[in-house]
């Protein structure tokens, strides 16, 4: 069965007189990775690339 991802924004804030983003990538409701970045897209990227490693790290070891 596939799995539930899911982007969530944290925190929205200005930096250097401009919006940065913290995103966070839910798998089947439990974050996993979080990623800090001056775009919405940007930060969501950073985060998903950031949680293949969690996900892949896991699977080399048995779990999930």
Known sequence: ???D???RLKQKF???KRDRFTIAVAVDGE???T???F???RA?????????KVL??????GIG
């Open 44 to 52: 969501e990227q950073t985060a998903s690339q950031k949680a293949l």
């Open 31 to 33: 974050e996993i990775a």
């Open 39 to 41: 775009s919405k897209k």
């Open 1 to 3: 069965a596939g799995k």
């Open 56 to 61: 892949s790290t896991h699977s080399e070891n």
């Open 5 to 7: 991802v899911d982007y």
């Open 14 to 16: 200005k930096f250097d």
């Open 35 to 37: 990623a800090e970045a």
